[in-house]
Nanobody, 123 residues
Framework: QVQLVESGGGSVQAGGSLRLSCAAS????????MGWFRQAPGKEREAAAV???????IYSDSVKGRFTISQDNAKNTVYLQMNSLKPEDTAMYYC?????????????????WGQGTQVTVSS
């Protein structure tokens, strides 16, 4: 059974940094494409950053230049380094995996999801 477990969320002041981690288990990690999504209260879930099995990445315009998605295949882990955080980055952040829609930013194309980790940025 596929499992994704996020960690690293927390509360920071604007301008600060956090690094989220997502540990994957239950499948061959290198055959799946990963993404970090976020959802703020009252808003739809949106992709922050996605990465394919070759390390190619796509970022949303709102996080481009501030966030970096990366993966460590040896550890079956995907990361989201978040710098220069803004209050509007406040959301629940989810890690997700899919096998057939690499670099998709559509949540419905991801089969597996973690439980989420909260990020709160204060001004």
């Amino acid at each position: 059974q596929v499992q994704l477990v996020e960690s690293g969320g927390g509360s920071v002041q604007a301008g600060g940094s956090l690094r989220l981690s997502c540990a994957a288990s239950g499948y061959i990690y290198t055959t799946y494409c990963m993404g970090w999504f976020r959802q703020a209260p009252g808003k739809e879930r949106e992709a922050a950053a996605v990465i394919d099995t070759n390390g190619n990445t796509i970022y949303s315009d709102s996080v481009k230049g501030r966030f970096t998605i990366s993966q460590d295949n040896a550890k079956n882990t995907v990361y989201l380094q978040m710098n220069s955080l803004k209050p509007e980055d406040t959301a629940m952040y989810y890690c997700a995996a899919n096998r057939f829609w690499c670099l998709s930013r559509t949540p419905d194309r991801y089969n597996y999801w973690g439980q989420g980790t909260q990020v709160t940025v204060s001004s």
